[in-house]
């Protein structure tokens, strides 16, 4: 009987280890926050985004939009160069996901999966164009309650932990705080750059940090 309990015991712990989840961990100059993926609702924006984490391809990108009171917005490959006035225009997704040319991987982009989850304040979100069936690497992050987007953009993902990282990067300086009459594309994006590295750990793993 005692075996027979001490090998049910092993089976659980194994069977909770190997369902343990991932979450991803942006860590920025202001400091880091624990983001939590909705795969119910968003699989493939939520699978496109471990790839590209994995593959390092957010790595040293900014938040290059941050607007008190809405998002902060990161992502684009493009931010890494000295270049403001191309940042939020690139990206892809992390694989074929049916749109696009699957042999040109720079042509990926990632079809809507909206949802009911609601935006709020640290809802990781999916930038897109005006074409819903935009998405790339491209994501925001919300700085307050935005219900104008429900239902309009993909929620894949909640910030569980540094809500406080969000207000210190949307208040970054930019040329259009400085100037409310600036009419350049990179009116948002911060004077000094905020760059991002991102890593998926175990749950566990990032609640012991």
């Known amino acids: ?21 991932k979450v991803a961990v942006i860590s920025t100059k202001f400091g880091k926050m624990i983001v939590e993926f909705y795969d119910d609702v968003a699989p493939m924006h939520v699978e ?21 009171g809405f998002v902060i917005q990161g992502g684009d490959p493009n931010s890494k160069d000295d270049d403001r006035m191309n940042d939020g225009t690139g990206g892809r997704a992390g694989k074929f996901f ?33 074409n819903p069936n935009s998405g790339s690497s491209q994501f925001f992050i919300c700085h307050a309650a935005t219900p104008q987007l429900n239902n309009q953009y993909t929620v894949f993902g909640q ?17 259009r705080k400085q100037n409310p009459g600036y009419r350049g594309p990179d009116g948002d994006n911060p004077l000094e750059k905020v760059e991002m590295n991102v890593k998926l750990v175990k749950r566990s793993e990032a609640e012991k940090k």
């Open 48 to 68: 496109s985004f471990k790839i590209l984490a994995d593959e390092g391809y957010f790595n040293k990108t900014t938040f290059h939009r941050v607007i008190p």
């Open 98 to 130: 049916g749109i696009g040319r699957e042999d040109d991987p720079a042509s990926w982009n990632l079809p809507a999966e909206f949802n009911d989850k609601e935006h709020v304040k640290g809802t990781l979100s999916m930038a897109r164009s005006s």
């Open 1 to 21: 009987m005692k075996k027979l309990l001490l090998i049910l015991m092993i089976g659980v712990v194994f069977m909770s280890c190997a369902k343990e989840d």
């Open 159 to 175: 910030v569980i932990e540094g809500l406080e990282v969000i207000d210190q990067i949307v208040y970054a300086d930019t040329p």
